[in-house]
């Protein structure tokens, strides 16, 4: 058995050893699959706690419990831009889909726009 677990699909080989072919997957893990097919929405996501998807179409499992960027304006920096933000739970210890999870929208010179639970805030006010 492996000394850590094989994601998207991969078997165990090696106690430090995943095969990866089934979906394409790279990392140790299989925590990254390519997504190169013409169903690819040319979008960023994230659902779960720990899973993403990039506008490259590349899916990762990255179990961290921090605040992540999805999307940021790459433009002059010293403009307001929008940014989009994911907040994981930073005590999330059980199953990663009973943890909350929080989205920060931030629009230029409007402020933030967060989405947690089924509760909406604008600026801090509900």
């Not at 850590?4 to 080989?13: A, D, I, R, S, T």
């Not at 925590?31 to 994230?46: D, I, L, W, Y």
């Not at 009973?98 to 089924?118: A, D």
């Amino acid at each position: 058995p492996c000394s850590f677990p094989c994601l998207n699909g991969g078997q165990c080989v090696h106690p430090e050893s995943c095969d990866c072919s089934l979906y394409q997957a790279t990392g140790t893990r299989c925590q990254t699959v390519p997504n190169p097919g013409f169903e690819r929405e040319m979008a960023c996501r994230s659902w779960g706690q720990y899973n993403y998807e990039t506008f490259d179409g590349l899916y990762y499992h990255f179990p961290g419990r921090c605040t992540y960027t999805l999307l940021r304006d790459c433009e002059d920096t010293s403009q307001a831009s929008i940014l989009i933000q994911v907040h994981n739970d930073p005590d999330c210890r059980s199953s990663p889909y009973s943890c909350t999870r929080s989205v920060s929208l931030f629009l230029p010179w409007e402020g933030e726009i967060r989405l947690h639970r089924s509760k909406v805030t604008f600026k801090g006010q509900r």
